[in-house]
Nanobody, 116 residues
């Protein structure tokens, strides 16, 4: 079955960096777009970055542009989100996502806390 397992979250000071990882299994990873979403308390889940199957086309939410970098390693079935210059508004649970018609699949999420 489809499994997405995120890791790498934690507590970081404003301006700091974190690298999130997502291990995927149970589907043809290299043929699918992978996405990172986040959800802050009291807010809707929002798309942060989407990376094409080959990794050569990446779209970011405006607030992440210039600070976050998504990447993938199709040989390892891994997708990553490098987050730099973190701000308090980046604090959220971050989820790895894949859409396999007709449904979305999600990992369990990893908490990112930005605080001094």
């Amino acid at each position: 079955q489809v499994q997405l397992v995120e890791s790498g979250g934690g507590l970081v000071q404003p301006g700091g960096s974190l690298r999130l990882s997502c291990a995927a299994s149970g589907f043809p990873f290299s043929r699918n777009v992978m996405s990172w979403y986040r959800q802050a308390p009291g807010k809707e889940r929002e798309l942060v970055a989407a990376i094409s199957s080959a990794g050569n086309n990446i779209n970011y939410v405006d607030s992440a542009k210039g600070r976050f970098t998504a990447s993938r390693d199709n040989s390892k079935n891994m997708v990553y989100l490098q987050m730099n210059s973190l701000k308090s508004e980046d604090m959220a649970v971050y989820y790895c996502n894949v859409y396999l018609f007709p449904q979305d699949f999600w990992g369990q999420g990893t908490q990112v806390t930005v605080s001094s």
